[in-house]
């Protein structure tokens, strides 16, 4: 019996490490489109400058630059306005980051900790996205046979999730907290993307040494997905 359970630990870990290996493999393959993202959103609120100053220049994707070759700035929003809308636009694991930053009133400025506490309020919902599909997906059976109905619009909407109102065929009124599509992917590509920055930051900048931006990743990283694997969970939870 101790040898079937050595036998079962080691295939279940086996299989672990394998579903870790492709979600690694897809998040790398998805880095450069995330490079490139997070370029042409810089670019297009106006922090060419960060881009032509700073050592960064040397980890632009040559598909970034042929793509545009020029750019319009946003003059008519104020440096903090604009760090929210690029925040906002990169994405889930840039609004999350905002978020925690938006409480750090002892390194911020008052206006920066301003537009970065919008990012609380003001997360953009997942466009097109088929809330019914992605339920009967996920419980492999049509909606009729669990909902009565669901309200295709969400209420709310965060960094990592939607919610949704819905009706039980019992009658019962009930929410769905749906994670956001490729959730997972993205945020591995971004913290992939983020740490290569923070390395090119410590290499050329000694005031970045004093951030510890390194360090700030990687609390970063354990943050959110702890927060991930906790929503996980809760769907797992509510499921059963």
């Not at 969400?154 to 019962?172: D, H, K, M, R």
């Amino acid at each position: 019996m101790a040898n079937l359970y050595k036998i079962t630990f080691k295939v279940i870990s086996l299989t672990y490490d394998l579903y870790y290996l492709t979600d690694l493999i897809f998040a790398k393959k998805m880095k450069i489109q995330r490079y490139n993202k997070l370029f042409t959103v810089l670019t297009k609120y106006g922090f060419e400058d960060i881009l032509a100053t700073s050592q960064l220049q040397k980890i632009i994707p040559n598909s970034f630059l042929k793509k545009h070759p020029d750019t319009q700035k946003s003059l008519s929003f104020t440096k903090y306005e604009r760090i929210r809308m690029v925040l906002e636009e990169l994405g889930p694991t840039y609004v999350k980051l905002g978020q925690i930053f938006s409480n750090r009133e002892d390194i911020l400025p008052p206006d920066l900790i301003k537009e970065l506490q919008k990012l609380q309020d003001h997360v953009a919902v997942v466009k097109n996205f088929d809330i019914i599909k992605v339920v009967e997906e996920e419980l492999k059976t049509p909606i009729s046979a669990n909902f009565n109905t669901i309200d295709i619009t969400p209420i709310a909407a965060g960094s990592l999730a939607q919610v949704y109102s819905a009706v039980l065929i019992t009658g019962e009124k009930v929410v769905l907290k749906i994670q956001r599509p490729n959730i997972k992917t993205i945020i591995e590509a971004d913290i992939l993307v983020m740490k290569q920055i923070a390395e090119n930051l410590l290499k050329y900048s000694t005031l970045a040494k004093s951030f510890q931006p390194l360090e700030i990743v990687a609390s970063f990283e354990k943050s959110i997905k702890e927060e991930l694997q906790f929503l996980r969970e809760a769907n797992n939870m509510k499921r059963f």
